[in-house]
């Protein structure tokens, strides 16, 4: 395994610095937080073995340029990805292969992750995800091309997914690699590990989102709080709440409309935000607020309640993923002048969203 570096083309940060046990594989220095890693030979080749955990490279630093290497995945259901432009365990671009979804639709995933929480409930579109035949045992050659932000996926020399718009900063950070085996029986092997920066390379994919009218009354623009628990919620005013909060951040709406309110917080602190926006009324009168979101919500208009609802995996039943969409509505009694209307959104994992969109609201106004 070789590792190019350039200073002129790829900007030095601080390595993440964890105590974590190391292992030398093909000449480097890995270091391990993950469940299981080993050296073994599969399917004919030595490679690095893990599961459950993420493995990166000690003192890698990539920005642009591209990762080759090789991957086989074995057992199901898991999924294993590379991730670049790591700033600490859980801050990182991913891109994944879903064992256990082969040949259908979702079968791989670009997602950021912010402090663990890995947004594939908000990034669940064509240009997030795709139908890719990567199968179970065998080796498959990956390149991963990385420009400021956009990349595209190559799999054994095929274009298999482009990313139009990396989420995460432009920023200098290490590579990995990220298993998960929900029951213990898949793992992830790579060798062959190529990093090589580069200032300028070429994307060729081209976005495969089909072009969307834009959304009338959309919230653009959010008011996200600090977080807190959840716990809060049940004993709490919301006024109270509100006024506690010692930190407010406007968050622009991003991928499909959406708030992805794990941009601009940690969960490591709170599961729990309050994401809100401001309604001005020309009088009083009625308005019909449709929206989505992730986890779970308590929604709230001038400090009364309106709504809770739960979004999460499995929710529903089995197969129910929790993707945010704008399926629910409430009606909202306005009062004239400025009204405040309140989200708090709580979040487990998956992803960590807000989306809302006003209705048969003529005479109403979002402030901007």
Excluded at 71 to 93: C, F, K, N
Excluded at 168 to 178: A, I, K, Y
């Amino acid at each position: 395994m070789r590792l190019m570096t350039t200073a002129a083309l790829c900007a030095v940060i601080s390595a993440p610095a964890f105590a974590q046990d190391t292992l030398q594989f093909e000449g480097m220095s890995w270091r391990i937080e993950a469940g299981l890693a080993e050296t073994t030979e599969f399917l004919g080749r030595e490679a690095l073995h893990f599961r459950d955990g993420v493995i990166w490279i000690d003192g890698s630093q990539f920005e642009t340029g591209e990762i080759r290497f090789e991957m086989a995945i074995s057992g199901s259901p898991g999924h294993t990805g590379v991730l670049w432009r790591g700033q600490g365990v859980g801050d990182w671009e991913k891109f994944y292969f879903r064992h256990h979804l082969n040949n259908l639709p979702d079968s791989v995933q670009y997602t950021p992750a912010h402090d663990n929480v890995t947004a594939w409930q908000v990034f669940s579109d064509p240009d997030a995800i795709s139908q890719v035949n990567h199968g179970l045992n065998r080796w498959m050659d990956v390149r991963v091309v990385v420009a400021e932000n956009k990349a595209d996926i190559f799999m054994d020399g095929q274009l298999v997914h482009h990313v139009p718009d990396l989420q995460r900063e432009d920023r200098s950070g290490w590579v990995g690699f990220w298993q998960l085996a929900p029951n213990g029986v898949a793992s992830g092997y790579v060798r062959n590990v190529q990093v090589e920066a580069q200032a300028n390379p070429l994307i060729v994919g081209r976005s495969e989102r089909p072009m969307a009218e834009p959304v009338a009354n959309l919230v653009e623009t959010w008011r996200v709080s600090d977080p807190f628990s959840e716990d809060a919620l049940g004993d709490t005013p919301i006024e109270t709440l509100r006024a506690s909060r010692s930190r407010w951040t406007d968050l622009p709406v991003a991928y499909n409309d959406i708030a992805n309110l794990a941009s601009v917080t940690r969960h490591s602190e709170g599961d729990t935000v309050l994401a809100e926006t401001s309604l001005i009324a020309d009088g009083d009168r009625t308005a019909l607020v449709r929206f989505g979101y992730s986890d779970r919500v308590q929604v709230f208009l001038n400090g009364e309640r309106l709504f809770v609802g739960n979004n999460d995996w499995r929710s529903r039943d089995y197969r129910y993923l929790g993707t945010i969409t704008r399926h629910v509505a409430v009606p909202l009694n306005l009062q004239d002048g400025e009204n405040t209307l309140t989200f708090a959104v709580s979040e487990t994992f998956g992803g960590w969203g807000v989306t809302a969109a006003l209705e048969e609201a003529d005479g109403v106004r979002i402030a901007r």
